[in-house]
């Protein structure tokens, strides 16, 4: 011991991090990969933090690498580093008493999980820009290599969609399929197919350029070029693309002039006889406050839509992604899971890797008591989470008025029942402190809350029409979260 200073100590560290991260992610994600998470020490820049095992760190290095990387460079500074130790298994289910070492690696490209940092957004497209007299510029496909085909899992949910992707793949331009619109649930395989058509198109021809972007990428580049003003070089781009993919159309709704750009690429590729899929969280008859010749060409080519799978193929995406993994479980925990999560493809893949989680954690062996047990902890957890947002836009709904005014100042007496009303649901129903809360009221103070709560809970006892209100939006609250 030097006795010298340490102004940070490394949990201090570990700690500043965790604040971070978890304003970043999902709380299920933060509490699965990041709560166990023990930090060793600190030496110059590098932490080094204690995981418990193999998998945990593989998981964290493909998911959060970026993440952990940026955090720890707001901390600690340029040329942080995070090393690994990692408890390894001795084989016989006892943890040996041995670590090992390991640098954190990168591999910078890592956008597709619910990371979502401001500072990852618009990761260009790259080279925007035409250069006179080359036909080809180096376009970065976006694509991630891991949708495939191969494992995406066929059954009577996807049968269309899927084999129409598959001719289009081996044809893209040269179908009726064009544009080819992917519709379905969330979590249901629409990004996965789609991006499955696109590296299937790469594979089959080398040649082609193959663009996924997501619509709300696509609308923060076109954002940015207006300000650079050079939205005619953000047009001219797509001439260069073969074959466009672009994902959650949806999110074009109502903003007009992001979809009038997009309007005059689509028309540009499409007359080109190149292809464009898209895909959609809802069939294009739903889409709300989108440009009607814009929906009339959404509908031009095919409309495949991807339906919940039956409980055979449920099976069948877990045999698979288990078969990946290397790792077997018995037959009976397979079909619980399957049996439990029946809506979503994501959420079911969700339970696999907590199962694993959580068998890796507390060294216990996955049986179907444990599967219980985390299926409980799960289905709670991964119901929709309702946000003061949300709660604001129902009770104003309900009420009739703008949701403006109870941000406002006025004191008309029906706004300020409804936004009394909005903040008692937004205390019950979230976990955002009383301040916060304030803040999303034209920043009022937490004891503006409080008092709003009582007075919310008075009138319920003595007004019983303001409470079948209350209950009628209680109802209405939890039906739309489930
Ligand atoms: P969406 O875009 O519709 O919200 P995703 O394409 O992101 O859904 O799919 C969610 C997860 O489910 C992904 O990890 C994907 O690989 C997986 N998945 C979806 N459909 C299948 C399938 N038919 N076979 C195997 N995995 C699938
Ligand atoms: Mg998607």
Redesign the pocket.
Known sequence: MTGEKIIKTFEDVWGDCLAIIKDNIPEQSFKTWFVPIKPIKLEEKVLTIQVPSQFFYEWLEEHYVDLLRKTLKSILGAGSRLEYNIIVENGQGHSSPYTINMPAVSNGKNDNIGVSLPMNLGGAIKNPFIIPGLRKVNIDSNLNP??TFE?????D??RLA?SAGFAVASKPGGTAFNPLMIF????????????AIGNQIKINNKQKVVLYVTAEKFMNQFVDSVKNTNTNDFVNFYNYVDVLLV??VQFFAGRSKTQEIFFQIFNQIHQAGKQIIL?C?RPPKDLKDMEERLLTRFKWGLQAD?QI?DFE?RIA?LE??MYNDGITLPREVVEYVAHNISSN??E??GALISLLAQSSMNRKEIDLDLAKQMMKNFVKNSTREISIDFIQKLVCDFFSIPIDLVKSKTRKREVVQARQISMYFAKEMTKASLKNIGSHFGNRDHSTVIHACQTVNDLMETDKRFKGDVEELTKRIKISTL
Do not use: M
């Open positions: 891991n949708y494992n995406f899992i066929e059954g949910c996807n899927r379905g649930g969330v979590g249901l395989g629409k990004s996965h197919l789609a991006q994902d959650d895909t969280d991807l799978p193929t995406i698979q992604k493809i994501r079911l893949e």
